[in-house]
């Protein structure tokens, strides 16, 4: 991401905080992944519960990290990563899995904010790159483009159900 001279959320929301989520959390953050599905129309392919999010992500040996984002103390959005490692940097990668704001908090610096600490994150542990996926008609394709990302021209994701 490019850097900001100024804070990137200066007028924009009142009382932001992010902080590492909480084994308390997981319904709130069951509820943020199912609404994401839900606006991608995914939904049908939606496999997560609270209890796996429970032993994977907040049990011995975690899985992922959440983030979560709050506005005047409610939950606002979320970022869900891991690490990955990359033999052509010889470094760890932080990995993107889910990054959602709830509609009411849209367009008021929460996924800027989540991006600069994931960024920040990366960084403290001497990652190399960030990466996700992005569906092509999102409108935040624009965003992140703004911040600095690029889509990969000459890589594209492939997967095989298991």
């Not at 005047?72 to 704001?101: H, V």
């Not at 960084?123 to 092509?136: A, F, I, S, T």
Request: a positive charge; one cysteine or more.
């Amino acid at each position: 991401m490019r850097p900001t001279r100024k804070p990137a959320l200066k007028g924009r929301v009142n009382e932001l905080e992010i902080r590492p989520a909480t084994h308390q959390e997981i319904p709130v953050i069951y509820g943020m992944l199912r609404a994401s599905a839900v606006e991608q129309g995914g939904l049908a392919s939606f496999c997560a519960t609270k209890q796996n999010l429970a032993e994977d992500g907040f049990g011995p040996g975690p899985r992922f990290h959440v983030l979560l984002a709050s506005a005047g103390g409610k939950p606002a959005g979320l970022a869900l990563y891991f690490y990955i490692y990359s033999t052509w940097t010889s470094r760890n990668g932080l990995y993107l899995e889910d990054l959602y704001i709830k509609p009411r908090y849209r367009k008021q610096g929460l996924a800027r904010a989540l991006m600069e600490r994931l960024q920040a994150i990366a960084v403290e542990n001497g990652c190399g790159r960030m990466m996700w996926l992005v569906l092509r008609d999102n409108p935040a394709v624009g965003f992140y483009r703004s911040i600095g990302a690029a889509a990969l021209k000459d890589w594209m994701p492939m997967q095989m159900k298991i």
